[in-house]
């Protein structure tokens, strides 16, 4: 079995799918004679051609707003926007129509399409190439949102996504797309979207993360372990709709929780997922749930960048503090 | 120079000096471009040769992020904005280091940008130049609106907005093209067209001939001009700002140049452009024609020449060494920028990280 890293494991998941669904159209700028800035789409204009695999002009409301005719008119169209920094544009289409048409027509339309994006920061990289602005997609009925943080699951998550009747948004962890080497199978496997999974068991206290999170959550229950906390780690996988029942059976255990997002604090999907515990597991807790976040600013340029991002060592402070509450 | 002689539509560009060196249309030259101002614009376009080329140094060397070289679009960006006069603007994207340099941005500046400072944009006061703008093509609204400043200010001002051919897909582009029309703001819009976004070629952004023919549809002239001919740049830059100065409404530029390096340090344009294409190229950059005919003209000796080339490179490490040592790496930077007053609980986010950075790897304060 082939090793490889997050990048290479996206574009096995496209290759495979696409051979098996001819509907399905890779769109967006650079995606194709490129094969992506990041390479994920590499190699597959050459395989699957300039009409599958499309080159388009520089216009994000365009490549979604045109992806969602491409789905009506019965296709499966995946969308690349280049960096979510320029997802702005084609919010509007996401928000006035994409996530909206199953729902209006009472099921008339429904729109298979899979909006794939890079997100998040710590690669220094230039002005708005930072963003990880997921809440807001993670806010609108309708939309499924999801985010792998390892190879295997990127694939097996993919694979879901393009199954699926309706709209996904699919968040790629760039800082991660090639931290990692591990197996990924060639051939048809998947893993369910709205299923969060158990990285790291323990029953001292639950850490809840996701994309290149959980890599720091780990890192985090590894620190504080010789202290003699178990950690149980979660990567949550699918942020909308989430899979909160694996967060809340962990708290049932633990009673202690830690919610870690790279992305502001303020209306960030930790705030939602303490709302869930509180709503649904609160006589278990033992004590104040804790969020550590991005803070609620612009990700500074690279010179600042690194005060910015949630690590092992602020993870494991807030481990330490809920479990010694 | 008349703007109505180069309909788009007819397919008509500006034209001044080939890559010869030699002058073609002399009756387009304008009466104030002399021959000792030629030499001063050739001097500004060596300078930012030898800062960009500093720049990739920089980035190579770690001292520098992600950079988006400017090489053979000299030109472009020197001769549009030499037509500036004091109190107009320049409204950049990201490949306008040379106007931006020319209109009082210091260098220092930019590459504190570059290298990923936010100071990098806190341009001096009486500079009037927007920071970078990464975004595409969304910076020509911001210049349409500060045109109509200008106008309902009653000042007799310009604004020179600058982007890519990649931008002219943009449904912002569109907008601000059609507002600048229907408000008549005193606006330029000057597209370098370097025929490449990223890896996608002119051809793929649009089914139309040209990019300045896009103008006709707002309502206003579009023009043609040769991106790497200076004199030409300048020709038509000067008649579109007279014309928008003037109050007659915005024009389109369409200077069409070459991308001679990658998009940015990030990219790797093998993967999509042959060798053989760069080589046809290489002989219509803006530099030789220029030095060409400044040499016939006894203005430039071999001996000056090195002097100058020399003294810039010594110079813009100098400016690299300055900013590297201007940049602040204060955190407090992080929070103290976004509001006037800082509220409550970006205090208590700065203080959070203060306490974060006070306690060693491994220690515990007792406080997340
Ligand atoms: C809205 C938006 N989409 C995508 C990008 C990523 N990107 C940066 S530059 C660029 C190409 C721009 O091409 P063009 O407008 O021709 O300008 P050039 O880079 O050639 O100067 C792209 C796609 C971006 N910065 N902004």
Redesign the interface.
């Known amino acids: 079995m082939a090793k490889l890293n997050m990048v290479e494991a996206l574009n096995l998941a496209l290759k495979e799918e696409m051979s098996r669904d001819e509907r399905i159209i890779l769109l967006g ?2 995606v194709g ?3 992506g ?1 990041f390479r994920v789409t590499d190699g597959l204009q050459a395989l699957f051609g300039p009409n599958r695999v499309v ?5 994000e ?2 490549i979604v707003g045109t992806a969602l005719g491409l789905a009506l008119g019965g296709f499966k169209p995946v969308p690349e926007i280049q960096f979510m ?2 997802l ?2 084609a919010l509007d289409q996401i928000i006035c129509h994409v996530s909206r048409y199953r729902n209006r027509s009472r099921g008339r339309y429904t729109l298979p399409m899979v909006i794939r994006l890079p997100y998040g920061a710590g690669i ?6 930072s963003e990880s602005t997921e809440a807001i997609l993670a806010h609108l009925p309708g939309l499924k949102v999801v985010i792998p943080s390892t190879p295997y699951d990127a694939k097996g998550l993919l694979v879901s996504a393009l199954r699926d009747p309706d709209p996904v948004v699919f968040l790629e962890p760039k800082r991660i797309y090639r931290a990692v080497r591990e197996e990924v199978p060639e051939g048809d496997y998947t893993i369910p979207l709205s299923t969060a999974k158990i990285v790291r068991a323990g029953d001292a206290v639950t850490v809840v993360a996701w994309g290149s999170m959980v890599r720091e959550a780990v890192r985090a229950a590894e ?1 504080v372990a010789p202290e003699g906390i178990a950690a149980e780690v979660i990567d949550l996988r699918t942020i909308a709709p989430m899979d909160d029942e694996t967060i809340v059976a962990s708290i049932r255990k633990t009673g202690r929780g830690v919610i870690v997002h790279e992305a502001c ?2 209306g960030g999907l930790a705030a939602e997922i303490m709302a869930r515990i509180q709503e649904k597991a609160f006589l278990s807790l033992a004590a104040p749930l ?1 969020r ?1 976040t991005g ?4 990700v ?6 690194d ?2 991002l949630p690590d092992p ?2 993870i ?3 481990i ?3 479990v ?1 509450f | 120079m008349n703007l109505a002689e180069y309909d788009p539509l007819r397919g008509r560009r500006v034209e001044v000096l080939d890559f010869t060196g030699n002058i073609i249309a002399p009756d387009v030259r304008p009466d104030d471009l002399s021959d000792d101002y030629l030499l001063d614009l050739y001097d500004r376009m060596v300078f930012l040769r030898v800062a960009d080329q500093q720049a990739l140094t920089l980035q190579r060397a770690g001292r520098m992020g992600t950079y988006a070289p400017t090489l053979g679009q000299e030109a472009a960006n020197i001769g549009s904005a030499a037509v500036l006069q004091e109190g107009d603007w320049v409204v950049p994207s990201f490949r306008e280091m040379g106007a931006m340099l020319l209109r009082g941005v210091p260098l220092q500046l930019i590459y504190m940008y570059w290298m990923g400072s936010e100071w990098g944009s806190h341009f001096p006061e009486n500079v009037r130049v927007l920071p970078i703008c990464a975004p595409v093509g969304t910076q020509t609204l911001h210049g349409v609106g500060l045109a109509w400043a200008a106008k309902l200010k009653g000042e007799q001002t310009v604004t020179l907005i600058y982007f890519g051919d990649g931008a002219t897909s943009k449904g912002d582009f569109h907008e601000a093209m059609n507002f600048a029309g229907v408000f008549q703001t005193p606006c330029v819009f000057f597209c370098q067209n370097n025929q490449y976004s990223i890896s996608v070629p002119r051809s793929t952004q649009t089914a139309a001939p040209t990019l300045a023919q896009k103008a006709i549809a707002y309502g206003f002239p579009g023009v043609m001009v040769d991106g790497n001919d200076i004199l030409a740049v300048y020709a038509a830059t000067k008649e579109a700002a007279a014309h928008a100065r003037s109050g007659r409404g915005p024009v389109l530029i369409e200077a069409q140049t070459y991308r001679l390096g990658p998009h940015t340090t990030a990219d790797d344009p093998s993967r999509y452009r042959s060798a053989e294409e760069l080589k046809a190229q290489e002989p219509y950059e803006p530099l030789p024609r220029v030095r060409l005919y400044l040499e016939k003209k006894g203005l430039l000796t071999p001996a000056a020449e090195t002097e100058r080339w020399e003294r810039y490179q010594t110079l813009v490490k100098e400016e690299a060494k300055k900013a590297e040592a201007a940049i602040p790496l204060r955190p407090d930077d992080i929070f103290d920028y976004h509001y006037a007053t800082l509220p409550p609980y970006l205090a208590h986010q700065k203080d959070y990280l203060h306490r974060i950075l006070a306690s060693s790897g491994e220690g515990t304060d007792g406080q997340a």
């Open positions: 700028e650079d004679r490129l094969g800035v080159d388009t002009p520089l216009a409301a365009a920094g320029f702005p544009a220094h990289a230039p002005e708005h190439h620190l604090r303020t804790e550590v803070f609620d600013t612009i500074p340029l690279l010179k600042l960048e005060y910015y060592h602020r494991s402070r807030a330490r503090k809920v010694r």
